[in-house]
């Protein structure tokens, strides 16, 4: 079992940068593909960014693409997701996910075993 915790939500203005954290506990995340989501209010969970285990290769939503960087550092356990340029509509709950399969369908909640309780952000203009 894999526990996620997530850290490094907050309140910031329009511009701004932000870097979510994600540590995990119970088991090594070396091995894992690790995903950032989110959810706006009233809106539905939607993919942000992915890492993939060894070679760190990333994939990102066009939303945040040359905004957002996804990283993990293997020895501490963590993965992070550093937000640059922060706009209102990136307000939402963001949430790390482990996928210990590899799947097809990155984009994909179902592709996650894992999630944690999620973070806050909130941009304000």
């Known amino acids: ?39 706006a209010p009233g809106k539905e969970r939607e993919f942000v960014a992915r890492i993939s285990p060894y070679l760190s290769a990333r994939r990102y939503a ?21 937000m640059n340029d922060l706009k209102p509509e990136d307000t939402a709950v963001y949430y790390c996910a482990a996928d210990p399969k590899n799947s097809l369908v990155v984009t994909d909640l179902k592709a996650y075993d894992y999630w944690g309780q999620g973070t806050q952000v909130t941009v304000f203009s």
């Open 62 to 82: 066009d939303s945040v693409k040359g905004r957002f960087t996804i990283s993990r550092d293997n020895a501490k356990n963590t993965v992070y997701l550093q």
């Open 1 to 39: 079992q894999v526990q996620l915790v997530e850290s490094g939500g907050g309140l910031v203005q329009t511009g701004d940068s932000l870097r979510l954290s994600c540590t995990a506990s119970g088991r090594t995340l070396s091995s894992y593909y690790m995903g950032w989501f989110r959810q």
